[in-house]
């Protein structure tokens, strides 16, 4: 394309690198394709130009003065460093076409601004380069300084050849800053890089399954389907078994509901790992869809959230648990690399009861090293439940079970709140994960679930039993029909008929024998 003599509304890609760098594709229609041709070269397609091979990767469009690009399928584009799909487009926009394509800047020219880059201007282009290409920054540097001096030397003026040296001082001060801000945050958690995406990963698994209004919204309609057929299960019971009524009643009280949340804190200078924001405060998020994490963050504390159940074992004042419940971390093995520099530590850890509306602080005081069993005490001294007692022999096959606790968290709960509380939850516009909870602890509607089942087999280290439970029961006690702990839930098996496993009392015994901290 020609350059336009008069440009009183058009708009110019500047690339940056690739092939066409140093060249600029001006953008004078109101629609026009983006391709990348064999050879690597961006080229511009208005309509009416003769047709050029190549691979469609956007499209650009001009409506009432404002550029919208549109990313064709399947192509990969970034938009000042965030992937898009759609954009609209404004002056100075940095744009980087695919995994290896080119970089170019948008800039448009109406009667405020001249077609062609002053020293500024061509400046702030490398600049940008040098903080929005995603390539390695020792490969960005020698980039940068060669544009910028390609460009600024291509300029017959005088007046920009004499201001060469200055140029060359601001870029060079500038680098010797991201080098040594890089330095510094390599330092801080370069080994540690595999606990920073083990988190970001875990963070992001986490924000998935997280409450949002529309959950609310759905959860009014479901509460008297699906998700409440779970909170009829103590009925059924009821009906079916006046042992399981007494067990049932009696056992409840003492089984705790579990938060935790945790996060990685360098040990030197005893910072968390935060979420980084922009400058409208809104949190970072890399092209694989977790968030962008740094000690040097500005945003929340970057914290993984998760629930779980417990019970008071009689007569101890200790509350018994599964291990991966109370060091939640070890089950990410990527967690332990880096250890030296970063470790992994709750930002909070409680403990809800159902006779108890205010949540109790609880601190791990065993962790058995052979089975997933674990003890937690609370921190400050506090009248806990009465307990639950050992079964002083381990289950038959046969045996008849009830297992308690707390299966898919606080769905479960809100599933059997009523639309009343769901309703007040959604005009307050409250979804937080640790809100929820306090707000259902203060109307007393922390209860636990109960479900029956029948022992199918039992070996040293693991009871098998059919009673239905999920994720978030992980910890809760298997009663016989004594109101006795026969073993504690551990893990289910969804592809094995509904079977569930838990860790023989024996085991517990074992750990409660054993010098706790």
Do not use: C
């Not at 078994?241 to 579990?258: E, H, L, N, Y």
């Not at 929820?436 to 109307?443: D, H, N, S």
Request: charged fraction near 20%; charge should be neutral.
């Amino acid at each position: 394309m020609s350059v336009p003599s008069h440009t009183p509304d058009a708009a110019v890609l500047e690339h940056l690198t690739g092939r066409n760098r140093g060249l600029y594709s001006w953008i004078t229609s109101d629609r026009v394709e983006l391709l990348l041709d064999r050879d690597g070269w961006l080229r511009v397609l208005a309509p009416g130009d003769v047709d050029i091979p190549g691979e469609l990767i956007a499209r650009v469009r001009r409506q009432e003065g404002v550029y919208h690009l549109i990313t064709a399928p399947g192509a990969r584009v970034w938009v000042n460093r965030q992937p898009v799909e759609a954009a609209d487009l404004s002056h100075g926009d940095v744009i980087e076409f695919g995994e290896q394509g080119p970089l170019s800047r948008l800039r448009i020219y109406d009667e405020r601004r001249r077609p062609h880059p002053t020293l500024a201007e061509m400046l702030g282009d490398a600049l940008s380069y040098l903080r929005t290409s995603r390539r390695p920054l020792l490969a960005r540097l020698p980039r940068a300084a060669g544009m910028f001096l390609a460009r600024l030397l291509g300029n017959g003026a005088l007046l920009f050849r004499g201001l060469v040296l200055l140029g060359f001082v601001g870029l060079a001060v500038l680098a010797i800053w991201q080098i040594r801000a890089d330095r510094a945050l390599r330092a801080q958690y370069e080994s540690g890089r595999f606990q920073v995406e083990a988190l970001a990963s875990a963070l992001a698994e986490a924000r998935r399954e997280a409450i949002r209004p529309g959950d609310l919204d759905a959860l009014q309609d479901e509460i008297g389907l699906r998700l409440q057929l779970n909170a009829e299960r103590l009925d059924t019971l009821e009906e079916r078994s006046g042992a399981g009524t007494r067990v049932i009643s009696t056992a409840a009280g003492s089984v705790a509901f579990i938060q935790g949340g945790y996060g990685l804190r360098h040990r030197d200078s005893g910072r968390m790992l935060r979420h980084v924001l922009d400058a409208g405060g809104t949190r970072l998020m890399l092209p694989n869809g977790q968030p962008m994490l740094s000690l040097d963050g500005t945003g929340p504390v970057a914290e993984v959230q998760y629930t779980g159940t417990g019970f008071v074992l009689a007569n101890t004042g200790l509350i018994a648990t599964n291990r991966h419940v109370a060091v939640p971390w070890e089950k990410s093995a990527a967690m332990g690399f880096g250890g030296d520099t970063m470790e992994p530590v709750f930002t909070r850890f409680i403990a809800y009861f159902p006779t108890r509306s205010d949540p109790i602080d609880l601190e791990v005081r065993g962790l058995s090293d052979s089975a997933d069993l674990a003890l937690v005490a609370p921190v400050a001294p506090v009248d806990l439940p009465p307990g639950l007692p050992l079964a002083e022999v381990a289950p038959p096959p046969g045996l008849e079970v009830l297992v308690m606790g707390y299966p898919t968290g606080l769905m479960s709960m809100l599933a059997r709140s009523g639309t009343g509380f769901v309703e007040d939850l959604r005009s307050a516009g409250v979804t937080g994960f640790w809100e929820v909870a306090a707000r259902l602890a203060g109307e007393g509607l922390i209860w636990p679930l109960a479900s029956r089942g029948i022992v199918g087999q039992m070996t040293p280290a693991l009871v098998t039993y059919d009673a239905e439970t999920t994720h978030g029961g992980s910890g809760g006690p298997v009663l016989n029909l004594r109101g006795q702990v026969v073993a504690v839930n551990t893990a289910i098996l969804p592809d094995f008929g509904g079977s569930n496993l838990g860790v023989p009392v024996a085991r517990l015994r074992a750990l409660l024998s054993a010098p706790t901290d």
